[in-house]
């Protein structure tokens, strides 16, 4: 897999991801330059430019119309399966999902849920070329990448855990970064491979919350399940 040279961002996929700043109006995109994201040596884009729109950057949501933020809960959560079968994962009850076209046929699914109010993010954001990645870290270090996460402003990551049950096809990245408004963010990133599917799941909340909501954060990505592991919504009966 050869390196991608000049990303830009933002999960701009949050996806996944999705950190670059933008308007009030309108979420950011990621466009990164046109040098393929590869796995292993195959191109992911077909040499065309990926641009992916986002969510707004964690703590720079829109505001609500009405009212004050939304109190941080991550306790209470709701269970959200993709129609297609693409994923599974619970969600802090009442954040707002915010589906993403897709210009690239290598990115299959950009899905961002945020904390009404702003202040939080749950993203998804699924890449598939149509061959299994054979590197976990070094696919996971390109996807960090490309969604602008080592650009941000005291981009700094703490650490790196396997999952346990999937060692050689998960890996969790703890990070830290702040938005251009100043907000401390932590964020909690989910790597995994299903079959060719390569998924990045991220949680992100003010740094401020994290002692108080860390298992909370990784019961959400415990919660992932890629498209191997979901079926896709059963078609209507038709009556004879």
């Given at each position: 897999?050869?390196?991608l040279?000049?990303?830009?961002?933002?999960?701009s996929?949050?996806?996944?991801?999705?950190?670059?700043?933008?308007?009030?109006?309108?979420?950011?995109t990621?466009?990164?330059?046109?040098?393929?994201?590869?796995?292993e040596?195959?191109?992911?884009?077909?040499?065309?430019p990926i641009?992916?729109?986002?969510?707004?950057?964690?703590?720079?949501?829109?505001?609500?119309?009405?009212?004050?933020?939304?109190?941080?809960?991550?306790?209470?959560?709701?269970?959200?399966?993709?129609p297609?079968?693409?994923f599974?994962i619970?969600?802090?009850?009442?954040?707002?999902?915010?589906r993403?076209?897709?210009?690239?046929?290598?990115?299959?699914?950009?899905?961002?849920?945020?904390?009404?109010g702003?202040?939080?993010?749950?993203?998804?954001?699924?890449f598939?070329?149509?061959?299994?990645p054979?590197?976990?870290?070094f696919?996971?270090?390109?996807?960090?990448?490309?969604?602008?996460?080592?650009?941000?402003?005291?981009?700094?990551?703490?650490?790196?855990e396997?999952?346990?049950?999937?060692?050689?096809?998960?890996?969790?990245?703890?990070?830290?970064?702040?938005?251009?408004?100043?907000?401390?963010?932590?964020?909690?990133?989910?790597f995994?491979?299903?079959?060719?599917t390569?998924?990045?799941?991220?949680?992100?909340?003010?740094?401020?919350?994290?002692?108080?909501?860390?298992?909370?954060?990784?019961?959400?990505?415990?919660?992932?399940?890629?498209?191997?592991?979901?079926?896709?919504?059963?078609?209507?009966?038709?009556?004879?």
């Amino acid at each position: 897999m050869s390196p991608l040279k000049s990303p830009i961002i933002a999960v701009s996929m949050a996806l996944v991801t999705t950190l670059a700043a933008c308007t009030r109006q309108d979420p950011p995109t990621l466009t990164p330059a046109p040098t393929a994201l590869t796995t292993e040596g195959v191109p992911l884009t077909n040499g065309q430019p990926i641009i992916i729109t986002v969510a707004p950057p964690p703590g720079d949501e829109p505001a609500r119309p009405v009212g004050t933020p939304l109190p941080l809960d991550l306790a209470l959560r709701d269970p959200v399966a993709d129609p297609q079968g693409l994923f599974r994962i619970d969600v802090p009850r009442g954040w707002l999902e915010s589906r993403q076209q897709m210009t690239s046929k290598d990115i299959r699914l950009g899905t961002a849920f945020n904390r009404p109010g702003g202040g939080g993010l749950v993203s998804v954001t699924q890449f598939d070329n149509g061959r299994r990645p054979t590197s976990l870290g070094f696919t996971a270090n390109q996807v960090l990448q490309i969604t602008g996460f080592t650009t941000q402003q005291d981009f700094r990551e703490f650490n790196r855990e396997k999952v346990l049950d999937r060692e050689d096809e998960a890996m969790r990245v703890d990070v830290g970064y702040t938005t251009p408004k100043g907000t401390e963010m932590r964020s909690l990133v989910l790597f995994q491979i299903d079959g060719t599917t390569f998924s990045m799941v991220n949680v992100a909340i003010p740094d401020a919350d994290w002692s108080a909501h860390e298992s909370e954060a990784r019961e959400i990505l415990r919660s992932y399940k890629g498209p191997s592991a979901v079926p896709a919504a059963a078609s209507p009966a038709v009556a004879p």
